[in-house]
């Protein structure tokens, strides 16, 4: 069993910033892809950003330059640092990993987060 529990959501003025943290527990060999995705009111859930367990990272055009993604192997947690929060940034965050378990790779969500940027 996986669990990954998010944190660092919360209510910020346009501008500001904040830092999710994703951490992965459980039934872990290694984690390979780790990843933010987010869904507001009204829209699909979309991709933010992507990380590799090689480090490589590729973001969405929209936060191209404001968000930054990292991951800390040893301690199973991946992190978003959001700078310059606009209000279209509000939404639910969700991590997301590709976690091996030793048998197979199965990707895990977390339960989501709340962003809400006020303008």
């Known amino acids: 069993q996986v669990q990954l529990v998010e944190s660092g959501g919360g209510l910020v003025q346009a501008g500001g910033s904040l830092r999710l943290s994703c951490a992965v527990s459980?039934?872990?060999?290694?984690?390979?892809?780790m990843g933010w995705f987010r869904q507001a009111p009204g829209r699909q859930r979309e991709l933010v950003a992507v990380i590799t367990s090689g480090g490589s990272t590729n973001y969405t055009d929209s936060v191209k330059g404001r968000f930054t993604i990292s991951r800390d192997n040893a301690k199973n947690t991946v992190y978003l640092r959001m700078n310059s929060l606009k209000p279209e940034d509000t939404a639910v965050y969700y991590c997301?990993?590709?976690?091996?378990?030793?048998?197979?790779?199965?990707?895990?969500w977390g339960q989501g987060t709340q962003v809400t940027v006020s303008s």
């Open positions: 997301n990993a590709e976690v091996y378990s030793g048998f197979y790779s199965k990707w895990y």
């Open positions: 459980g039934s872990i060999f290694s984690i390979n892809t």
